[in-house]
């Protein structure tokens, strides 16, 4: 036992030795250690060049839109902040189980561009009242009907979607004359309102 004592401090030195030498502060190209650590700012400045792009694409589809919204900053809108909780119990529980719809901010230029959206919908939507119709309209006014949701609701027929690269939610119903609202997306996800509670 005392012979491989010796010796197995001698390999476990080896072994040690052979990482140490063969690699150690290099990098290899491709891997996760090639570039430094990403900063908040980085993030940041990705995410503004990421939401330049889309609204660049959105201005290419929608050239109409865009020149409505050209001079709209991207900055918070005056919609009126949410109310402080209600003092009323009664009320603070109906507005607890109602949270669900709640929808996030908008700014000014995102409002712009979906009223601009509604309006633009709303025109094209006359003399529409069956949702093959509705999906055959709003394809030609460049929305795609794969993307949006159509429904029943009391009677007529509804419909959500998202705008192509701009953001907004328009919702909308066949009725006579068709009406259209844009909103932002729910907090829950995505632009249809979501059903119940809790």
């Known amino acids: 036992m005392k012979r491989l004592a010796p010796a197995l401090t001698g390999v476990a030195a080896v072994l040690l030795a052979v990482p140490l030498a063969a690699g150690c502060g290099t990098v290899v190209a491709g891997s996760p250690h090639d570039s430094p650590t990403r900063t ?3 993030v940041a400045a990705d995410h503004e060049a990421r939401v330049a792009a889309a609204r660049a694409a959105h201005d290419r589809k929608f050239p109409d839109v865009a ?12 919609e009126p902040a949410p109310s402080a909780e209600p003092t009323d119990p009664w009320a603070r529980k109906v507005a607890e189980n ?3 719809k709640a929808q996030a901010p908008m700014d000014a230029d995102a409002r712009c561009r979906g009223d601009a959206h509604a309006r633009r919908i709303a025109g094209g939507l006359e003399g529409v009242h069956d ?3 509705l ?3 709003l394809d030609r006014l460049g929305y795609p ?3 949006m949701e159509v429904y029943e609701t009391g009677g007529a027929t509804g419909f959500t979607f998202g705008v192509p690269d701009a953001g907004p939610c328009v919702t909308g119903t066949l009725t006579d004359p068709a009406t259209v609202e844009a909103h932002s997306h729910y907090i829950e996800g995505g632009c249809m309102e979501p059903k119940g509670g809790h």
């Open 40 to 42: 908040a700012p980085d």
């Open 67 to 78: 020149k409505v919204c050209a001079d709209v900053p991207a900055e918070p809108s005056g």
């Open 98 to 100: 109602n949270a669900f």
């Open 131 to 133: 949702e093959q119709a």
């Open 135 to 137: 999906r055959s309209a």
């Open 145 to 147: 009907p794969e993307s």
